[in-house]
């Protein structure tokens, strides 16, 4: 019997009901229970236990009936996880952008509670796995860029934020000639950590709608400054990863924070996550604002290159994008 009402979003913890992408299901025994929403008005009935196997003959009605997301309970996502991992990892014909949007899905629920826990560890201990993932499904494989762009959610949530400046960062890094595969991994580790110190800003101050007042400003300042703090001491991330949490809000010309360093001073991948960042920034929904189009966003970078942002990356990006949008 279903009690929770489920988020379409996928970020109830466990307990609740969270949805999954029918993509990431084969005809198998599953080791959790499926939940199915027969009815836009309706709360999710049991579908399949997680004693039933789920058969070939129920992905096709699924399939046939349109039927995209089904819900399993929150306190079952390890193992659901675990089983798509593992299913991605034999099968050999799903496409790359197919495996990202996987990807994508699985991993929100547990970034969502790593990020809201006590504690930094399971964060990290999350990112390294989901970092790894996300450069292999980006990096290792001839992904179509015009596919991914469509299949990305573009909203201000931190899931969204995280991921998508994450792949931005990857695909704008191998673009500029970074092409080793811990390198990559590194740098999807630091961009999935870039705003890690937002845990510690009041969360009001992070969902205001609406420009900011100064003391405001300073206090959402403080999130480069804590989250270098936070990670400093750990061997288990790398410096350049470091780098780019504590640098990816400065400017080439001096104006950014929390160091106001210049130019060269600023470590590369940490411009790499800034142009990725403020890309995503622009591109994404916000309470107080539309999103920019991609081409305005492109053209805010264009208009500031060299002067705020490195301007080879920028052209870069441009680039990249340019081959990736319709025109
Ligand atoms: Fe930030
Ligand atoms: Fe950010």
Not at 119 to 138: S, Y
Not at 211 to 233: K, W, Y
């Amino acid at each position: 019997m279903v009690t929770d009402s489920p988020s379409a979003s996928s970020t109830t913890s466990s307990g609740g009901l969270v949805s999954v992408p029918v993509i990431g299901l084969r005809a198998s025994q599953l080791g959790f229970a499926l939940y199915i929403r027969r009815n836009q008005n309706e709360a999710p009935q049991l579908y399949r236990s997680a004693e039933y196997p789920l058969r070939k003959a129920d992905l096709e009605k699924l399939a046939a009936r349109g039927i995209t997301t089904l819900y399993i309970r929150g306190s079952e996502h390890t193992a659901y996880r675990n089983y798509v991992l593992n299913g991605l990892a034999r099968d050999d014909e799903l496409t790359p952008a197919e495996r990202y949007k996987i990807l994508r899905e699985i991993y929100r629920v547990a970034f969502d509670e790593a990020f809201r826990a006590d504690t930094l560890d399971p964060m990290i201990e999350f990112t390294k796995e989901f970092g790894g993932a996300l450069a292999d499904a980006v990096c290792g494989n001839e992904i179509v860029l015009g596919d991914l762009f469509t299949l990305m959610e573009h909203d201000a949530g931190t899931y969204t934020h995280s991921i998508n400046v994450a792949t931005y960062s990857l695909i704008l890094a191998k673009a500029l000639g970074i092409g080793d595969m811990s390198q990559l991994q590194a740098i999807a580790t630091g961009a999935v950590l870039h705003d890690i110190g937002k845990r510690a800003i009041q969360l009001s101050i992070l969902a205001h709608a609406g420009p900011l007042n100064a003391q405001q400003q300073e206090e959402i300042h403080r999130h480069p400054t804590i989250g270098f703090r936070d990670i400093a001491m750990r061997t288990d991330i790398s410096f350049d990863s470091k780098m780019m949490v504590y640098q990816h809000h400065e400017r080439i010309d001096g104006s950014g924070y929390p160091v106001r360093l210049i130019g060269e001073e600023i470590h590369v991948w940490a411009k790499i996550c800034a142009v990725a960042d403020v890309f995503h920034a622009l591109t994404s929904h916000r309470p107080y604002r539309a999103a920019l189009s991609a081409r305005k966003a492109l053209q805010f970078l264009d208009e500031q290159a060299d002067t705020t942002w490195d301007g080879s990356m920028v052209r870069c990006w441009i680039a990249i994008m340019n081959d990736t949008l319709d025109p």
